[in-house]
């Protein structure tokens, strides 16, 4: 019986292992998912109104999925050592509902991650950025994310600053375009946030205007935050998966 | 001032829209010409001024010139005149020794065309035309040159913002592995789980024997037993092989209660 009770300690330092990953994963999904929903770059606001806030509710998720992975990896790793029948099936069954849950998020981020088209902020800013008669507070939101956007980024506009002499918008209902071709904020200001030169922003002058679109500074904090979601989301679960599997395999050896 | 009896000079020089690398030189309501340098020199005096014609495409054939200050066609006049005359600027300023902006901005006085001004001013351009323009040298007895017509200026038309088609050109493959690999692990576990109990539930319902599948044992907490002296067996407990019992300790076998 020497053999088997190898075999034995072999699986069970196995599934502690892997118990053990799994709880330093699920801390590391915490705080990663508490990282983006901190929302650094301060992009939320234009998420919320594109319908597409639903990354942001698959990083809460995140939040919460790590702490369970963390907690049943703790319980996991006691009823392997134990060999607790009652612990473990707890463990499994917990580890399931926790596996449900992260699943949805990986799958939502992971969608909602190829939604994100130039065209759909630039319609979103089109309408929204500076309008007169602002419909609710999410449109002045609008508006204070892109100035700020601008500023920080020295860009204008989604794709550049002819965005706004392509189409109307809500700007140019009240803002004319011999005055304003585009923005204020896409001129090169000063420390006191006015323009250098502003007869140079207007006629578009290399050097007076910010010619860069701001696609590339949305872009890519947002592709990071649902790469990071969905991709390490899907990891953790095939790890958690093969962990699983042998759980169950071990309880199944249990004696009662 | 005399009016002058013969009709103007015409130079060869053609207006036309900046050749610089400007994003902003033609918008929708306005445009930036080229600065028109040493052009009028040879015809102008210090007093005389240069002004800017604009018309519609089709009127410019229509456009004559006018007599005197007082009957250039005004910013007001467009929309019916279909023409009209701004940019006034001493001769001087065109001239090769002058340092000056490189273009003309036609249309930037917004404030022209909200107020009921009666003066010649330079505002916003109502259409996208297309427009062509000259230079007229106006002296005080009326124009003593004028350049020829540019080609048609036509400005930018904007298009709106509901033409924008905001959804993704396709689904990327990423969802769909990532979509689908979940899903399969997720059917496997439940399968497993739901086998797996399903399994204990069957055995236990038909009091099946599974002692031999029992290879896992709890740790026991080892103290020192002395020897037992030996007892008869229960009457359900196997020995194995079967009476080959000892009455030395040795590691029980798993029995079923």
Redesign the interface.
């Known amino acids: 019986?020497a053999k088997?009770d190898d075999?034995?300690h072999i699986l069970q330092g196995l599934l502690v292992f892997g118990n053990v990953v799994i709880g330093m994963c699920g801390i590391a999904l915490t705080a990663e998912c508490i990282y983006f929903v901190s929302d650094p770059h301060g992009l939320y606001p234009l998420l919320k109104t594109?319908e597409n806030g639903d990354i942001y509710a698959a990083a809460w998720i995140g939040i919460f999925v790590g702490l369970a992975l963390f907690a049943l990896s703790i319980l996991g790793i006691i009823g392997v050592i134990?060999?607790s029948r009652t612990l473990l099936l707890v463990y499994?069954?917990l580890m399931?509902i926790t596996?449900?849950f992260e699943?949805a998020s990986?799958?939502t981020a992971?969608?909602h991650?190829?939604?994100f088209?130039p065209?759909?902020f630039?319609?979103q800013m089109?309408?929204r950025y500076q309008k007169s008669e602002p419909a609710n507070n999410s449109d002045n939101e609008v508006t204070k994310t892109w100035d700020e956007l601008m500023i920080q980024n020295h860009c204008c506009g989604v794709l550049g600053?002819?965005d706004w002499?392509?189409?109307?918008?809500a700007f140019?209902r009240t803002h004319?375009?011999?005055?304003y071709?585009w923005p204020r904020m896409c001129c090169a200001l000063d420390a006191q946030r006015l323009p250098v030169n502003l007869?140079g922003c207007?006629?578009?002058?290399?050097g007076y205007?910010n010619?860069n679109g701001c696609y590339d500074a949305i872009s890519g904090p947002v592709s990071t935050h649902a790469w990071g979601v969905?991709?390490f989301g899907?990891a953790i679960?095939?790890w958690t998966?093969c962990v699983?599997?042998g759980t169950?395999f071990?309880?199944?050896?249990?004696?009662? | 001032c005399l009016s002058l009896p013969t009709p103007p000079a015409q130079l060869p020089y053609v207006p036309q829209v900046s050749p610089m690398a400007l994003l902003g030189k033609v918008t929708a309501t306005t445009f930036a010409l080229e600065r028109p340098r040493c052009v009028f020199d040879g015809h102008a005096d210090a007093s005389d001024a240069v002004w800017l014609a604009v018309a519609f495409a089709n009127a410019s054939a229509a456009f004559r010139n006018p007599l005197s200050r007082a009957d250039v066609p005004l910013y007001q006049q467009l929309p019916t005149a279909r023409s009209y005359m701004t940019l006034e600027t001493a001769a001087t300023a065109y001239s090769c020794s002058a340092p000056s902006p490189a273009v003309l901005r036609v249309g930037s006085d917004t404030a022209c065309r909200d107020q009921g001004r009666q003066d010649p001013c330079n505002g916003p351009l109502p259409s996208p035309g297309p427009y062509r323009v000259k230079f007229l040298l106006m002296g005080c007895g009326g124009p003593k040159a004028e350049t020829r017509w540019s080609e048609p200026i036509l400005l930018r038309r904007a298009a709106s913002p509901s033409t924008i088609d905001p959804a993704p050109p396709r689904r990327g493959s990423a969802v769909v592995v990532i979509a689908s690999i979940l899903a399969s692990l997720g059917a496997a576990l439940a399968t497993a789980v739901l086998g797996a109990l399903g399994a204990k539930v069957w055995g236990s319902l038909c009091h099946q024997d599974l002692g031999t599948d029992t290879f896992i044992r709890r740790s026991y907490r080892t103290h020192h037993i002395p020897p037992a002296p030996p007892q008869p067996l229960p009457p359900g407990c196997g020995c194995s092989p079967p009476g080959l019992c000892h009455s030395a300790p040795q590691a029980p076998a798993p029995c079923q209660t």
């Open positions: 019986m088997s075999c034995v594109t134990k060999a499994i069954i399931l596996f449900a699943m990986c799958i992971a969608t991650q190829d939604s088209t065209e759909l630039l319609k089109l309408e600053p002819s002499q392509e189409y109307t918008s140019r004319s375009d011999a005055d071709p007869d207007k006629l578009g002058v290399p205007y010619s969905a991709w899907f679960l095939c998966f699983l599997l169950m071990y309880w199944s050896g249990i004696e009662y």
